[in-house]
Antibody
Framework: EVQLVESGGGLVQPGGSLRLSCAASGFSLSHSWMHWVRQDPVKGLLWISTTHGDGRITSYADSVRGRFIMSTDNSKNTVYLDLSSLSAADTAVYFCVRGANEWRGFDYWGQGALVTVSS | VLTQTPLSSPVTLGQPASISCKSS???????????LSWLHQRPGQPPRLLIYCVSKRFSGVPDRFSGSGAGTEFTLTISRVEPEDVGVYYC?????????FGQGTKLEIK
């Protein structure tokens, strides 16, 4: 059974940093595309970043490029998202999402991690 | 841009419901496939995949859910609405990068 469990969310001050983790089970990250998607009440669902478990490609949305870094540790079957230079606009629930193997799109979603940027 | 209509849909249990998703451009990928998905999100839960590639039901999804469409216009249909179907429905395209989502349609029981 595919499971994605996020952790690391919380309250952070503007300009601060945070690391989100996503522990994957039921499949191997090394053969998978993984994504982060965030959701807030104003902008709705927004794709943030994508990487392949073999590390060959990583891409980011314009709004986070240069501030967020996505990485994987295949030995722990875990995906990370390092967030820095945070502002109130980054307040959202962050979902770890698996890319489908046989078609373009997302198949499994984690339960989400709430990041609140506030002083 | 994906535009969903309606934004809110009050429905009667046991009755059908449909949601439209229109794309501002063709969603046909260079392999000829349209990568349009439908997701369902209950309050306090993550989105869950229902339909992918316009009309293919994902594993475990009841057959009362169906997807249709072509080109730039797509529809999610629920043949008989059940209580657990409440929540917000999103269309999502994975043809282009970045993948994008519709604004959501809230399904409520009358």
């Amino acid at each position: 059974e595919v499971q994605l469990v996020e952790s690391g969310g919380g309250l952070v001050q503007p300009g601060g940093s945070l690391r989100l983790s996503c522990a994957a089970s039921g499949f191997s990250l090394s053969h998978s595309w993984m994504h982060w998607v965030r959701q807030d009440p104003v902008k709705g669902l927004l794709w943030i970043s994508t990487t392949h478990g073999d590390g060959r490609i990583t891409s980011y949305a314009d709004s986070v490029r240069g501030r967020f870094i996505m990485s994987t540790d295949n030995s722990k079957n875990t995906v990370y998202l390092d967030l820095s230079s945070l502002s109130a606009a980054d307040t959202a629930v962050y979902f770890c999402v698996r890319g489908a193997n046989e078609w373009r799109g997302f198949d499994y979603w984690g339960q989400g991690a709430l990041v609140t940027v506030s002083s | 841009v994906l535009t969903q209509t309606p934004l809110s849909s009050p429905v009667t249990l046991g009755q059908p419901a449909s949601i439209s998703c229109k794309s501002s451009q063709s969603l046909v990928y260079n392999d000829g496939i349209i990568y349009l998905s439908w997701l369902h999100q209950r309050p306090g839960q993550p989105p869950r995949l229902l339909i992918y590639c316009v009309s293919k039901r994902f594993s475990g999804v009841p057959d009362r859910f169906s997807g249709s469409g072509a080109g730039t216009e797509f529809t999610l249909t629920i043949s008989r609405v059940e209580p657990e179907d409440v929540g917000v429905y999103y269309c999502m395209q994975a043809t282009d990068v970045p993948h994008t989502f519709g604004q959501g349609t809230k399904l409520e029981i009358k």
